[in-house]
């Protein structure tokens, strides 16, 4: 069903993410930005908007645009294997299924960053659906990530999404992950054990992430989702800092640190009586 039009804002200004902001290199970088022109379904006209790159990391859903749409999707849930399934499964085996593709093409995807819908995803190169559909965890968890790569358009009209008024970005890249495989894939320190640099790394990833405001539209965020998802030195350099916090906090009885020992409080976030700062 139609609902009433729904513009994302951000969680402390309340402004609309769908503000001009400048172009940033990132995996652009040197490349022309050019003006997306989308097409309006619902009226056939074109539409343009000054475009700005956006590197991005949420959760990818797809939502249904239309009641139409849902009920179609219905059909053909009918009609797949699906006894059994949960619905997230039942909606992984259909959209799964290559007849099924022109489904996937009817659908919303959005990106929600921090449970917010933030944009709504289009391909610039129509074989990308496969990325939108390769998104679809058949059993989701909080830990999975999807970073996405484009080029912010116009705010998408009313009629397009069932009501949902937040930026459209062409998308030119999709990785879909989640958090414990990004973190056994970084090279440890040696003198970390794998518990606790599992611990610091996923702390430090979602500190970033959680940003205020961090949609993947300002240059700096931009950089910041790119350093968590494509820079793995950050994170053996956070386990080393925590690992000199620790000595340091082992060594508080001898009355003199060394000069190395006293540097690493100046970095930590926890002050000599291990509280933190």
């Known amino acids: 069903m139609q609902g009433e039009p729904r513009t994302s804002t951000d969680s402390h200004s309340g402004e609309s993410t769908g503000r001009s902001v400048p172009a940033a290199a990132n995996s652009h970088a040197g490349g022309a930005l050019s003006t997306p022109t989308l097409d309006n379904p619902g009226t056939g006209r074109s539409m343009t908007a000054p475009p700005g790159y956006v590197y991005a990391t949420g959760q990818i859903e ?6 139409s749409a849902e009920k179609e999707f219905a059909q053909a849930t009918g009609r797949a294997e699906t ?3 949960s619905d997230r499964r039942a909606l992984h085996a259909v959209l799964s299924q290559r007849e099924n593709r ?3 093409r009817q659908f919303c995807w959005v990106l929600t960053i921090e449970s917010l819908d933030t944009y709504i995803l289009q391909p610039r190169d129509p074989a990308d659906l496969d990325l939108l559909v390769a998104a679809v965890r058949p059993m989701p968890r909080p830990t999975d990530a ?3 790569v484009g080029v912010r358009g116009p705010t998408a009209p009313p009629e397009l999404c069932n009501g949902l008024m937040v930026p459209i970005v062409v998308f030119d890249q999709i990785y879909s992950f989640d958090v414990d495989t990004l973190v056994k894939s970084i090279p440890r320190p040696k003198e970390i054990t794998a518990k606790d640099f599992a611990g610091i790394a996923e702390e430090l990833f979602y500190r970033i992430m959680q940003l205020a405001d961090n949609a993947g539209a300002t240059d700096e965020h931009r950089a910041m989702t790119y350093l968590a998802v494509r820079y793995q030195a950050i994170y053996g350099t956070a386990a080393e ?3 000199a916090t620790i000595r340091c906090r082992l060594s508080t009885c001898i009355p003199r640190r060394s000069a190395a ?3 690493s409080w100046k970095s930590s976030s926890l002050s000599p009586t291990g509280r933190r700062t």
């Open 261 to 263: 020992c006293a540097g």
């Open 62 to 67: 797809p939502q249904f645009p239309t009641l």
């Open 241 to 243: 800092a925590f690992a």
């Open 83 to 85: 006894a059994g399934l």
């Open 146 to 148: 999807d970073v996405m």
């Open 102 to 104: 022109y489904l996937a």
